[in-house]
């Protein structure tokens, strides 16, 4: 049993330990800290476009290796965050963003998640309204029906 908490317990180590070493590689980064920081922060902000879920700074796909690699060149260029996130966003659009702004083309995505639990809750409200409403009432037992029910009930053949 000791053995198997300490075995658990290093497995979540080496975890925990491996999540934030993220996929910029030694070549990609920028000799200025300053500039490297900033790198990384837009980095957090931008999407893998072949991953979807991750940030270009955690993927190791080719095409997120080439947008850390854009985002390093324009911020050496001298453009600030904005303007790297814009030039990116003109190329690839909105949907390069890990959080879009909320506009006429991302209604969709900000509302769209509400919309399908709102309508999922009518479907399943009117279902239930409609199971209790189905089948017809049954007509109340003759004196008869009765008197042979408390029979049986009485445990009497």
Sequence with gaps: MLAFALLAWTVLAWTMLA???????????????????????IGRELRCLVC?????DDSNAPLARDLRILVRERLAAGDDEREVLDYVVARYGDYVLLRPPFKAGTYALWLGPAAILLLAGAGVAAFLRGRRRAGPEMPPLSEDERRRLDQLIRGEP
Excluded: F
């Design 52 to 56: 979807q879920n991750q940030s270009i």
């Design 19 to 41: 999540g934030p070493a993220a996929a910029v590689l030694p070549d990609e980064m920028l000799a200025d800290p300053a500039l490297e920081a900033q790198a990384r922060d």
